[in-house]
């Protein structure tokens, strides 16, 4: 729609039909059993027919807007976009495509958030002595540089159980990172111990001449930011993600989608990583437990 409306770019067409073919491919692989048997998700267990539905209605309403645009361009404008597209269907009472966006969101972060916090409760960490450095880039170059606007850092905090001091806690996207063994060969990770010690060091001793030069002075504390509440429909204007109040609050979790579209510094897909991690944090990390929103609490209609 961009591409047509706002940049008069001819390749909206072929891009559309480029997209209108992987959705009909899409549709057709999808399944419960895809879900349940080949992509096999440890966490999402017992709720592939839910997602198998969820993604039908997605391709499908996906191919009728996008071929209804190309017999008529004039339909693939913003307003069109808004009631034939994103919010379609709120009328009748099941999930949108707002919904699924929330929902995908949520199960990746539920997923990876599990297995991050399982495999930290193996290692008996000592929290309050923990030296974490989050290191590399994250999403795009702009995004996921501070404690609130990271999903690394969401998950680790939640991995702690929320007992992870913020102060022992530094983020370092210009810090050397690894890539992952493929045969399961450890020595470059093991090689960058000593250089990421230095790092948390280093910076650790610049923060502590703080209270060495500046003893009467009022000390930083670090602490999180604090979130907005737009419950409020008067709210038209914020600079941190919104409190979510449940798994119903819409109104917060869509702010969110439009939040990470226009604020540089979050990463797209960290809409609801912290609600997820809350969650499963509450749960004791069993998925099961938790209501992923746009999932568990809507219906989506298939073969429509």
Do not use: C
Not at 51 to 61: E, K, L, P, S
Not at 104 to 109: E, K, V
């Amino acid at each position: 729609m961009q591409l047509r409306e706002k940049y008069a770019a001819p390749s909206w067409r072929a891009d559309t039909e480029r997209l209108l073919t992987q959705v009909r491919r899409s549709r057709e692989a999808n399944s419960a059993e895809l879900w349940r048997d080949t992509i096999a998700v440890e966490t999402y267990r017992g709720r592939e027919q839910a997602i198998a539905d969820m993604a039908d209605y997605t391709f499908a309403v996906t191919d009728r807007f996008l071929s209804a645009a190309l017999e008529d361009e004039s339909r693939l404008n913003a307003a069109t976009l808004r009631t034939e597209y994103l919010e379609k269907g709120s009328a009748e009472g099941h999930g949108t495509i707002n919904h699924m966006m929330i929902a995908t969101f949520f199960l990746t972060g539920l997923d990876i958030s599990r297995r991050i916090i399982s495999w930290f409760r193996e290692q008996e960490i000592d929290w309050s002595r923990a030296m974490v450095v989050i290191a590399g880039k994250q999403g795009r170059p702009t995004a996921g540089v501070t404690w609130n606007t990271s999903s690394v850092a969401t998950m680790l905090l939640g991995a702690s159980g929320y007992r992870l001091p913020l102060e022992r806690l530094y983020m370092a996207p210009h810090a050397p990172t690894f890539t992952i063994p493929p045969t399961g060969d450890l020595s470059e990770v093991a090689a960058l111990e000593e250089p990421l010690r230095q790092i948390w060091s280093n910076t650790r001793a610049t923060v502590e001449l703080g209270d060495l030069m500046f003893p009467h002075l009022p000390r930083y504390a670090p602490g999180r930011l604090a979130v907005p509440d737009i419950t409020d429909p008067s709210v038209t204007e914020i600079s941190e993600m919104p409190v979510i109040h449940g798994a119903d609050d819409w109104r917060a979790m869509t702010t969110r989608l439009r939040m990470v579209l226009e604020d540089p510094r979050q990463l797209l897909s960290g809409s609801v990583t912290d609600f997820a991690v809350s969650q499963l944090v509450a749960a004791d990390n069993d998925p099961a437990q938790v209501t992923v929103p746009g999932l568990d609490n809507v219906t989506y209609p298939t073969g429509v």
